[in-house]
């Protein structure tokens, strides 16, 4: 039954993307089309896969309970993702394909890695598809953020290679979940390298410098990437290393997550109230959003991080909503907050949609935000953090404070029109901003306690 | 009972949202409504004479505890019924002539908003419903002393009457509550009953604010400045609010709860706080030019005399002095009320000018003045006989000064008013002669009724020595006041006199209530910028914490090399917590 | 005989050295080689712990790790080579248009 | 009986009529559709006081005991009356107006009166916290796109933060209640509640405390209070201080006093204190204020200090009395912004001090004007009389001290007197020449109000009959 692992569908679906690449370029049609509608097919197909049949154990890679959860949302916001790029422009080169779908396996192959270089390859696979996905246009803008993103990616790398290689000099082995015996010093150091090297994927502060750089220089569907699945696979990679692997690693590893979270929801919240862009106030609110889903990281126990996964749902659905809603709005060239009115003459649906997105992030009921941050906090309370959560109340006013200062700005005016024209490309668009939206309220069913 | 006191109500409600101002002779339903309540409480009162009767009603209930309404029919509040709805009868007749050219509506509908609170009030059972009423009393006589609203001074004084009131409205509502949890039930007797049970604390402090509520209510020293205001309303409305009604209301709850006043002891006060304010009123009395005001600076004395037989526990005395004040007050105001309305005028020495001396209203204000002055026969030589009836030597002989100095007063009245010129002659109508005509024979022969009033509370009228005395002090009053007045002697000394007392208590008294009302609003002023403060500390906590974040913008300095130095610090950063914690 | 702790001692020194070498140069390239000593210190440690468990785990990681970091060179080298081409530098500073 | 649900179909109908409407462009008027939708409800409501409601449970998410329960509370029917009401009543004012965005308009005001209805029947807390945040992020939007140019955005945003950190503390207690009895239904939860330890007992109730003392409000963060209600529109205001208020009262009720009667008796005297602090506090700020509407949200204040007191005395007298009073000064202070909003449109400006005399132009307004005053300063037969009454009463039967907060009703008799005679009385100024009477709606909308205060005010009963809970 293993072969029918999702992941292998992807990598099947590469390889025959490549073969119809080359036929394709031999009958020289030109034509693309076959190529983007078999990259739609394959993540499709895989999604299908494994929300029918889930993952199965092999050799470096071992599912958890709630893998197929993951690996299934993030296909879904693939397939999103993806169709919308594909709405959006069809010029660009077929590489972009082969690198969406190799980052999307990257993705789910961290879900499932039980070994520290499986998770290394995987993380690897995400950080060079996202090099070439940011620099998708070849624009000074996409060159400026994918020259932030690969040097401190490429940072964080070594860093994370050499903390794995501290890890292995203190246990033995690199294998998530055997016995082991642990050399103190080098294994600490070793897992606090760790801790840096991922939390540069999940955009911790301080390691979140290049994050709204970067997603402000991309374009707006690899921006819903990399803040929804890239960012996904790098907390679930810390849930694997910190919650799965090293269960009971040490008492700093809670403490200083907490601190991490604080200050990741602070720095983020603090400065998204004072953004002019839109799109770079949404990066900020992303990061925070990272926060929060780390403070339940933080607790390492099952209520925690059964809520953090949960929260990472909910995050990774509402910032690929809304990246890829802005990105319809960004394309009428709306870029300030104070503009943010005329929205509504580009396209009703596509403000109907930001709104309900940025409600979720926010964190209003009934969508699954709400759930995730009640589950966050039911976490943190059920541990006795009455005072955090005091904390995290007054820090929600200001994300409540920006957010809605956003919305209060699409303030319908009346009497302007746009000249931009509505065309299938919008309407397609629109669909798809529904399916999202949709799946803002119907997510609540993956509600787990 | 309901039924009685609900018929002017009944008569407001037709002519505010039946009728409105398209009827001209909308008087007719108000006087209509108001003779039926006379006629159905002089049956009530005849038929049920020596019974009572109980209507009841459950207002809510809340966990076991009712809130009983009661109207209760005895000798008394039926009796007290009939004087309020006749006198009521008196002035809308009256207000026909007076009110003309006014709006009609309006006048008619408070008013008969006004007969039915205070007819509610007298009938009251419970303590509750009382106070109800009560509160009506006041907020009607509010809306009709600032009848006239576009007078400031009159719209000034409405205000000042229901804000002084209320004072006492309040300290009462304490009071109920007080009672209420003390002894479990709002019926007034019940109540009474259970006094001799209840901590000697309780019935102080209930006994005090009880009396608080009738002082204010009564306009009693420190109270009584908003009295004299309220003249700015109609006379009618004077008439009515400031004889048998409203200030009456504050002795007749004296007189209702004057077991509760023995048992607190509160006699002595209540006798000082009355003999202060008859004082003050027969100087400011004496000092006074206008007209109306010096009625109303007897009817304050008036007030005061029932108060004192309160204090002496001579509850019957103070009822029966109501009666009769009730009677020679509403006759006084009526026929100032024709004065004023012919010739526009409330100062009394222009009204000499108009050679009143011989015209038919002469003998009215006479029989008025000397009820006033409690010469006899009239009734009200009765009612201060009956009102002396527990004096003891000192009260006896403070009251023959107030009997020298009310004659002396209410004579200065009548001679500087009727003076040496005769010969105006005065038009008169049904509408004023009638109720004027038929109060001054009541003030006249109704000290009959003196013998009868045993029936309808316990009275007793001892005549003594101090009777007769007090009656030659009256009679002094009157011939000095003839003396100073009709024949214009000197009257620097009384001047003099005079003037320096009402100085003191008119300007400097009435100046410390303006500076109190100043100082609420003074600090009202002060705690609303302290609130516009805290109110900007939230705001400008908001906005540091927005320029704080403006401020650390500059740490995303957009450069890749900080971005990894920052990388660099927050794992060495790292490294270090983790080190503290091996 | 080299104990593994003087093989951590050492690895350390070099990881300093990298870490200096980041912070103080702002030339791409400075760069790039400063993180490959990191890497060359993680190597190090892989094949040197590799020997103290007696086991090859450790050398076959390090090759694989080997491999990635190639990778991750030529796509640094590449975009550098974009960056010298459109700004003539190779200075990391060199694009802020981003930033706040 | 009647399917509770119903209360909320309809609704929903109307809501859903507002989008067709404005999607098909059927050019129905907005504002009919709200308002034969909202007499049916209010029918429909009333039927089932008679009749009895049927309670309705659907489990939506049964990992964290999500449903959509809709039970009667003790507490639920007068509040369910205020909220089926007074956005009736509040309609006409919109109406006039509501110039720009209609559609948006009512269908924000459709979507609060459908919460408002839901959360004082949801029996789920998760489902009080949903409608409660809907109506909040309705009234946000009808603050900041159709408040008063000038100020909308500084207010809106204040009454979004304030009310925001009230309705968190509020899920902080739910979640801790939730997480001591595994429940989020109300009536499990009641059986449940002695489970929970002491110290957390403590913790939900300040949590709930902060949450009311924020969104009723009571001094010291009443702030947002002022801002908002002056700058929303009329019918705005009206909802605001006659419903919204009223979620603060309602939840501090049925979380802090009947849940947890123990913890509040403990705390009864430092809360009665704080009551009769903000009492006398936002009399004497009342007292110097200028703007007519400044001052009614100043007395608002007032008020619910009142209602505070009375639920802190934790006891039956004071309870019954906070509930009554609450539904009473629901109808009273809607009528005052209405006639405030009516000041506005007639002289252009709400300035107490830059108009006077208007009695003689504007006869009808001026009589309502005073039942209004005479209305708020609890004359008796008219509405507030009865529940200042219970709560005075509840007051001194736990706490003698409490009575001081009667000085702030003389205090309030002062300026809404002094409010009159300025508006109405003394001499017409030059400038109102040209005033002209309230139309004959105005007068049937103020006329309806003043037939609740009065029915309310003869027969407290009827509310008080509603009123289920005891201690």
């Known amino acids: ?449 | 009972m309901l039924d009685l006191i609900l018929l002017p109500m009944l008569a407001a409600f037709l002519l505010i949202v039946v009728i409105g101002e398209k009827l001209a002779r909308s008087y007719a339903i108000a006087i209509a409504g108001c003779a039926i309540s006379l006629g159905m409480a002089t049956y009530l009162f005849v038929a049920n004479f020596n019974s009572t009767t109980v209507d009841s009603f459950n207002w809510m209930s809340i966990s076991g505890s009712n809130f009983l309404l009661s109207l209760t029919g005895t000798n008394l509040s039926l009796g007290f019924s009939v004087l309020v709805s006749f006198i009521s009868l008196m002035v809308l007749v009256f207000s026909v002539f007076y009110m003309r050219g006014e709006p009609q509506v309006r006048y008619y509908s408070q008013m008969s908003i006004f007969i039915f609170s205070m007819l509610g009030l007298v009938l009251s059972g419970s303590t509750l419903l009382f106070y109800i009423f009560w509160e009506l009393v006041g907020v009607s006589s509010y809306l009709l002393i600032g009848f006239w609203y576009k007078k400031e001074t009159a719209a000034a004084a409405g205000k000042k009457a229901l804000i002084m009131t209320r004072i006492g409205d309040m300290a009462f509502l304490a009071a109920i509550i007080v009672l209420f949890l003390s002894t479990g039930t709002f019926s007034i007797s019940s109540t009474i009953q259970a006094i001799p049970y209840l901590p000697s604390s309780i019935v102080l402090l209930t006994g005090a604010l009880i009396l608080i509520a009738a002082m204010s209510k009564s306009a009693q020293f420190p109270f009584y400045t908003w009295l004299p205001d309220a003249m700015e309303g109609p006379t009618p409305v004077s008439a009515l609010l400031h004889s048998a009604t409203m200030v009456a209301a504050g002795a007749y709850l004296l007189v209702v709860t004057v077991p509760l006043m023995s048992a607190a002891g509160l006699g002595p006060v209540i006798i000082s706080i009355a003999m202060i304010t008859a004082f003050i009123a027969i100087m400011l009395a004496l000092h006074e030019k206008q007209i109306k005001r010096i009625l109303a600076y007897s009817t304050i004395e008036s007030l005061a005399f029932m108060f004192i037989a309160v204090g002496t526990l001579n509850a019957g005395g103070a009822m029966f002095y109501l009666f009769s004040h009730a009677v020679f007050k509403s006759l006084l105001f009526l026929v100032s009320g024709v004065l004023t309305t012919l010739f526009g005028v409330y100062d009394i020495y222009l009204l000499r000018a108009r050679k009143l001396t011989g015209s038919w209203l002469m003998w009215p204000a006479f029989i008025g003045l000397a009820s006033l002055a409690g010469l006899p026969p009239f009734m009200s030589m009765f009612a201060h006989v009956a009102l002396a009836a527990n004096f003891n030597l000192y009260e006896n002989l403070a009251f023959l000064g107030i009997d020298f100095f009310t004659a002396l007063f209410s004579f200065r009245l009548f001679f500087v008013v009727f003076n040496k010129g005769r010969g105006a002659r005065l038009e008169s109508e049904m509408a004023d002669a009638f109720p004027i005509i038929l109060l001054s024979a009541i003030a006249v022969a109704g000290g009959a009724l003196a013998f009868y009033f045993n029936s309808i509370i316990q009275t007793t009228l001892s005549f003594g020595p101090f009777s007769l005395l007090s009656v030659v002090a009256s009679v002094a009053g009157a011939y000095i006041a003839y003396a100073l007045f009709y024949q214009n002697r000197s009257t620097s000394i009384l001047k003099y006199f005079v003037g320096a007392a009402s100085r003191l208590a008119e300007h400097g008294y009435d100046s410390i209530i303006k500076a109190v009302g100043d100082a609420v609003v003074r600090l009202g002023v002060m705690v609303s910028e302290l609130d516009d403060r805290l109110s900007r500390a939230f705001e400008l906590g908001a906005d540091y914490s927005l320029a704080l974040s403006a401020d650390s913008r500059p740490i995303q300095t957009g450069s890749a090399n900080s971005y990894i130095i920052a990388i660099i610090i927050g794992m060495i950063a790292v490294m270090a917590v983790a080190a503290a914690f091996v | 005989m080299i104990s593994y702790t003087d093989v951590l001692v050492l690895t350390g020194i070099l990881f300093a050295v990298a870490i200096y070498g980041i912070v103080s140069r702002r030339n791409g390239i400075t760069f790039i080689i400063s993180a490959e000593i990191i890497l060359n210190a993680a190597l190090i440690n892989f094949v040197a712990a590799s020997s103290a468990f007696n086991s090859y785990d450790g050398a076959s990681y390090a090759l694989l790790t080997l491999v990635i970091a190639v990778l991750e060179t030529v796509a640094i080298i590449g975009m550098l080579i974009v960056l010298g081409k459109r700004t003539n530098s190779v200075s990391l500073n060199k694009l802020r248009n981003f930033r706040g | ?471």
């Open chain 4, 1 to 471: 009986m009647i399917q509770i649900l119903g209360l909320l179909v309809l609704p929903l109908i109307g809501v859903v009529a507002l989008l067709v409407n404005r999607l098909m462009c059927l050019g129905a008027r907005d504002e009919n559709i709200v308002l034969y939708t909202a007499l049916a409800t209010t029918a429909l409501l009333f039927i089932g006081m008679f009749v009895g409601f049927q309670p309705f449970s659907v489990m939506l998410v049964p990992q964290v005991d999500f449903a959509f329960s809709f039970q009667l509370n003790g507490l639920s029917l007068p509040f369910m009356l205020l909220a089926t009401v007074l956005p009736i009543l509040g309609l006409w004012s919109a109406v006039k107006e509501i110039k720009e965005k209609r559609n948006l308009f009512y269908l924000l005001y459709m979507l609060s009166y459908l919460s408002l209805i839901a959360v004082f029947m949801s029996s789920n807390l998760i489902s009080l916290f949903v409608f409660w945040e809907i109506v909040l992020v309705a009234f946000f939007f009808i603050i900041a796109f159709w408040g008063e140019e000038e100020r909308r955005g500084r207010a809106s945003m204040k009454f979004l933060i304030f009310t925001q950190f009230g309705s968190l503390t509020m899920l902080g207690a739910f979640i801790l209640m939730f997480v001591y009895t595994g429940s989020f239904n109300l009536f499990t939860i009641q059986s449940l509640i002695s489970q929970v330890p002491q110290t957390i007992s403590y913790v939900i109730f300040i949590f709930i405390l902060i949450a009311a003392i924020i969104k009723m409000p009571i001094f010291p963060l009443h702030s947002w209070l002022p801002d908002a209600h002056v700058t929303a529109p009329t019918t705005g205001s009206v909802l605001l201080a006659g419903v919204l208020l009223k979620l603060g009262g309602y939840i501090f009720l049925l979380f802090g006093v009947t849940l947890l009667p123990n913890i509040a008796h403990n705390l009864m005297v430092p809360l009665i204190l704080l009551g009769v602090f903000t009492v006398i506090y936002s009399t004497l700020v009342a007292s110097a204020q200028k703007d007519l509407k400044r001052l009614v949200a100043y007395s608002s204040i007032f008020y619910m200090g009142l209602v505070f007191i009375g639920s802190a005395t934790v006891s039956n007298a004071g309870i019954n009395g906070a509930v009554l009073l609450m539904v009473s000064h629901g109808f009273i202070v809607g009528m005052l912004f209405v006639l405030a909003g009516l000041l506005k449109e007639k002289t252009g400006t709400r300035d107490i001090t830059k108009v006077g005399g208007l009695a003689e132009k504007m006869p009808t307004y001026a009589m309502f004007f005073v039942f209004a005053v005479l209305a708020t300063l609890g004359v008796p037969g008219l509405s507030n009389f009865p529940g200042e009454l219970l709560v005075f009463l509840g007051a001194y039967s736990v706490y003698a001290i409490a009575l001081v907060s009667l000085v702030g009703v003389l205090i309030a008799t002062n300026y809404y007197l002094y409010a009159v005679k300025a508006v109405l009385f003394g001499a017409l100024k030059k400038t109102a020449q040209k005033f002209s009477d309230i139309s004959t709606m105005d007068a049937v909308q103020l006329g309806a109000f003043s037939v609740f205060i009065i029915s309310i005010g003869i027969l407290p009963s009827l509310i008080t009959n509603l009123v289920g809970v005891t201690i």
């Open chain 1, 1 to 449: 039954m293993s072969v029918l692992n999702s992941e292998y569908v992807l990598i099947a679906g590469v390889l025959l993307l490549i073969v119809l690449d080359i036929f394709r370029n031999r009958l020289n049609s030109g034509r693309k089309d076959i190529i983007q509608y078999a990259t739609l097919a394959i993540l499709v197909l895989a999604f299908a896969v494994e929300i029918m049949f889930g993952d199965f154990d092999i050799p470096f890679f071992s599912t958890m309970q709630y893998s197929q959860f993951v690996n299934g949302f993030i296909l879904f916001l693939a397939i999103a993702i993806y169709s919308f790029l594909l709405a959006d422009s069809r010029k660009h080169s077929t590489f972009i394909e082969f690198l969406f779908i190799l980052a999307v396996l990257g993705a789910m192959l961290v879900v499932i890695s039980s070994n520290f270089i499986s998770l290394l390859i995987a993380i690897e696979m995400i950080s060079l598809a996202s090099y070439g996905l940011v620099f998708f246009q070849k624009s000074n803008a996409n060159l400026e953020g994918a020259m932030k993103y690969v040097s401190i990616s490429f940072l964080s790398m070594v860093i994370l290679i050499f903390g794995i290689s501290l890890v292995y000099g203190g246990t033995g082995t690199l294998s998530f979940g055997a016995t082991y015996t642990v050399n103190y010093l080098p294994f600490i150091a070793g897992l606090s390298l760790v801790m840096v090297g991922l939390a540069f994927k999940s955009t911790i502060v301080p390691f979140h410098m290049w994050a709204p750089d970067v997603y402000e220089a991309s374009n707006g569907a690899v921006t819903a990437f990399l803040s929804s699945i890239s960012k996904a696979a790098g907390l679930i990679a810390m849930v694997r290393v910190f919650f799965f692997a090293f269960p009971a690693s040490s008492a700093f590893v809670s403490d200083m997550f907490i601190i991490l979270a604080i200050a990741t929801i602070f720095f983020a919240t603090f400065l998204a109230t004072v953004q002019e862009r839109i799109k770079r106030l949404l990066a900020y609110s992303s990061i925070a959003q990272a926060g929060f889903a780390f403070i339940g990281i933080a607790l390492l126990n099952y209520s925690g991080v059964s809520a953090a996964i949960f929260y990472i749902f909910s995050f990774a659905v509402a910032d690929a909503l809304v990246f890829l809603a802005y990105k319809v709005f960004e394309d009428a060239k709306i870029v300030y907050k104070k503009d943010a009115s005329k929205m509504w003459a580009v396209s009703k649906v596509g403000v109907v949609c930001l709104f309900i997105g940025v409600l979720s992030l926010t964190g209003f009921p009934p969508t699954i935000g709400f759930f995730g941050k009640l589950l966050i906090f039911s976490a943190l309370l059920s541990n006795g953090y009455v005072y955090l959560v005091v904390s995290l109340f007054v820090i929600l006013l200001f994300s409540t404070f920006f957010y809605f200062a956003l919305l209060r700005d699409m303030n319908p005016m009346e009497n302007y029109k746009s000249n931009a024209k509505r065309t299938t490309s919008i309407r397609i668009k629109e669909a798809i901003l529904i399916a999202l939206t949709l799946a803002l309220f119907f997510g609540v069913v993956f509600v787990t306690f």
